[in-house]
């Protein structure tokens, strides 16, 4: 049985009550995790409370040095990691050692941050000093969800830590156990007990309990828009600070003179990875008259090849959605776009045969000619299905592009710097990618415009969200004219 681990050690819930964490392509128990409660909430934030003082006494060097500790047990121990995430997740197993890798390089990209880390120095009038510092805030909360359960709570761990921060993290109800194995090798590696503690249980209990503690400064949140903005609105009765990273409905541009077949792989990636349950998964292509059927044509070729499985054998390209009701929103938001007029290219259906009986899987789903005002298109369609809508020209791409709520990432396919430096000048989005497919890097600032959020995570941006800033003047006493000799 997993265990929580808070003040540096494992713990069971106050109540005793237990929940089973079940593998989404068989149904099969995985574990069992203690269902926290408040009660457990509010001495993880005493231990992290307690830890603060140590942890933010301690230089920066000493904080970098134990978090690239703490990388190197994650990665001793990737194929433990990866295994205990796809079971409890879906994900197909090479994504799964992906995202420990992510989850350490971002660590790692952080702990080489210690030496740089600064403040200012201004050179005030009458002779006075200004400084800017950079204060840890104290506890922070993080509140992670389901499809990324390590990678993104890393986005979170890397910045908080390194600034001086002590934690309490919640993952999501259904991927509660590789987190926790995570944050206990992190401590391993030679953290004071309290500095990051991590309470599993439900998001209405545990999570609602991290937003109101009045001990906790600061929340980042990774989860659905909705539940975004309950989290600002909770924040707001203490004026917490929040970074909230929500959906997103990324549209990917095809130009008529873009190179297909990279653009193509990067469709397939970008929808499918995961599942199709990412972020910054793209989810509306929009193609240019010219090229649209050849590009249906090759796309619909390469997603008729993805291998559908337990994410557990090698060979698996796409698993099953992550819950049964995952995969029910996703189906009926093809539903809804085929009655409007949508033709199904491919998919749709769930596949057959007794290896799928218990999981929650569907076929990769390409649909063409997607009414604009389709669910799809209009909501985030958080699973493997695509809508295809065709466009005139750019305008009319960006046009649409910029027609949704969400505003995270982007991407836009040209041969054309006028074009590329146009799309990506005019879409709404906290990303463009140029003919490359949307992948993340922790060198750059990561966030949403519009209703996908608030806040950047990644990149030097990342430390100034985990910090406060605070001004100092030093007046010295003015001296006499020094006398020459003296
Ligand atoms: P979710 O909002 O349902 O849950 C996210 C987390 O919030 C979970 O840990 C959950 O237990 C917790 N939670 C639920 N109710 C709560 C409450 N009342 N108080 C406090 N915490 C509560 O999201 P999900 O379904 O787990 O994740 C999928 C969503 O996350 C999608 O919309 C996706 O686009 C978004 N997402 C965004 C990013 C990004 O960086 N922008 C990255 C990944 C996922």
């Not at 069971?12 to 409660?37: H, L, Y």
């Not at 979170?156 to 156990?177: D, E, H, Q, W």
């Not at 958080?382 to 466009?391: C, D, E, N, Q, W």
């Not at 922790?442 to 990149?459: A, I, N, T, W």
């Amino acid at each position: 049985m997993a265990k929580m681990f808070v003040a540096g050690e494992f713990r069971d819930a106050k109540s005793g009550e237990v929940t089973e964490i079940r593998n989404p392509a068989t149904g099969e128990v995985v574990d069992t995790v203690p269902k926290g409660n408040a009660e457990d909430v509010r001495d993880a934030v005493a231990a992290a409370a307690e830890a603060f003082g140590v942890w933010s006494r301690m230089s920066t060097t000493k904080r970098g040095e134990l978090l690239q500790g703490a990388v190197r047990l994650v990665r001793e121990n990737e194929k433990e990691l990866s295994t205990t995430l796809t079971k409890e997740q879906g994900k197909p197993i090479r994504e799964s050692f992906l995202e420990i890798r992510r989850f350490a390089h971002t660590l790692e990209h952080y702990a080489g941050m210690a030496k740089t880390l600064r403040g200012g120095y201004v050179n005030l009038d009458d002779g006075r000093y200004g400084f800017i510092l950079k204060k840890p805030m104290g506890v922070v909360g993080a509140i992670v969800p389901w499809n990324f359960p390590v990678s993104l709570m890393g986005n979170k761990v890397g910045p908080a830590l390194l600034a001086g921060n002590t934690m309490v993290i919640k993952p999501a109800s259904s991927t509660p156990l590789t987190a926790s194995r995570c944050v206990e090798l992190i401590h391993r590696a030679g953290l004071p007990k309290g500095v990051i503690n991590i309470v599993t249980g439900p998001g209405g209990v545990v999570g609602e309990e991290i937003l109101q503690n009045p001990k906790i400064r600061k929340i980042g949140f990774t989860g659905e828009t909705g539940t975004g903005k309950h989290v600002m609105e909770v924040a707001a009765k203490e004026i917490k600070r929040v970074t909230l990273e929500l959906g997103g409905s990324d549209p990917m541009i095809v130009c008529d003179d873009a190179d297909l077949d990279r653009a193509v792989s990067a469709a397939s990636v970008g929808r499918f990875f995961n599942c199709g349950q990412a972020c910054l998964a793209v989810k509306r292509l929009y193609l240019f008259d010219k090229i649209a059927d050849t590009f249906m044509e090759r796309l619909t070729a390469k997603v008729n090849k993805l291998r559908i499985g337990d994410g557990i054998k090698r060979e698996t390209l796409l698993g099953p959605l992550h819950t049964k009701g995952q995969r029910e929103e996703v189906e009926e938001m093809v539903a809804d776009a085929v009655k409007r007029g949508a033709k199904v290219l491919t998919g749709r259906k769930r596949p057959q045969g007794p290896e799928f009986d218990k999981g929650f899987f569907l076929q990769p789903t390409l649909l063409a000619d997607v009414d604009p005002d389709a669910r799809m298109v209009v909501e985030e369609c958080f699973g493997p299905a695509l809508p295809i809508l065709r466009v005139k020209n750019l305008d009319e791409a960006i046009e649409q592009a910029n027609r949704s709520i969400f505003g995270l990432g982007s991407s836009v396919w040209t041969r054309d710097i006028d074009r590329a430096m146009r799309a990506a000048e005019q879409i709404e989005a906290g990303y463009t990618w140029v003919n490359s497919a949307q992948i993340i890097y922790d060198e750059l600032p990561f966030g949403g415009v519009k209703q996908s959020g608030l806040g950047r995570e990644h990149g030097n941006e990342n430390n100034d969200y985990y910090t406060e800033t605070k001004s100092i003047v030093v007046a010295i006493e003015k001296r006499s004219e020094v006398v020459g000799g003296e």
